[in-house]
Every structure is written in C-alpha cells, then in structure tokens.
Nanobody, 124 residues
Framework: QVQLVESGGGLVQAGGSLRLSCAAS????????MGWFRQAPGEEREFVAA????????YYADSVRGRFTISRDDAKNSVYLQMNSLKPEDTAVYYC?????????????????WGQGTQVTVSS
C-alpha cells in the first residue's frame, strides 16, 4: 500500500515556474515507477511525465517536453515536477501516481495508487 500526497500547486503568471512535490508513504517506494497526470476542467485526465524506478529513464508528453522536468529522491520518498515557462493551457489539477513496475506507462490504468491532486492555475 502506498499513500501519495501532492503539494506545491498554486496561481502563477504565464511564463512563471512552479515545483510540485509528491510525498509517498508506505513500503518500497524505490520499487515503484512514478508518474504525473493532469486534468483540466471538462477534459479527461492526461499523462504529463513519468520516471522509472531507478530514476534513470524519464518520459514526457509532447506538450510539456523541454519545459517540465520530473525527478525523484528515494531517500525522501518523493517525486517532483519542475514546471517552467508555464502556459495558461497548463492549468489543471495535477496528480501523482505510482506504478509497481520498473518502467512507467502513459495510461492511467497502469498506475495502482493516486494522490488527491493539487491545483495549478496559470494566468495570462
């Protein structure tokens, strides 16, 4: 069992930056691949970024590649999403998810555990 709690969301102007954090509790965090998804109002939840259990492989949606960076710190049982050059279309609730596999997927049903989400709002 893994519990995930996101933090770091907020209101930022276009072009600004935010760093999201996801703190995990439970056992064997280092054996989980981790992902970030987001859901805008009226839209389906979509994949944003993911990182392998080792941290050596990262994956990004085309819409965020080059602007967002995912990382993890197993000593702190945490995963992060650094978001730069934010755009109004990045506005969404951002969710952290855990996949008990070495390498993460890009679809929701591959992830076993989810956080409650944190709101990110980018003003124009």
């Amino acid at each position: 069992q893994v519990q995930l709690v996101e933090s770091g969301g907020g209101l930022v102007q276009a072009g600004g930056s935010l760093r999201l954090s996801c703190a995990a509790s439970g056992r064997a965090f280092s054996s989980y691949a981790m992902g970030w998804f987001r859901q805008a109002p009226g839209e389906e939840r979509e994949f944003v970024a993911a990182i392998s259990f080792s941290g050596k492989s990262t994956y990004y949606a085309d819409s965020v590649r080059g602007r967002f960076t995912i990382s993890r710190d197993d000593a702190k049982n945490s995963v992060y999403l650094q978001m730069n050059s934010l755009k109004p279309e990045d506005t969404a609730v951002y969710y952290c998810a855990a996949d008990h596999a070495p390498y993460p997927g890009a679809t929701q049903n591959e992830y076993e555990y989810w956080g409650q989400g944190t709101q990110v709002t980018v003003s124009s």
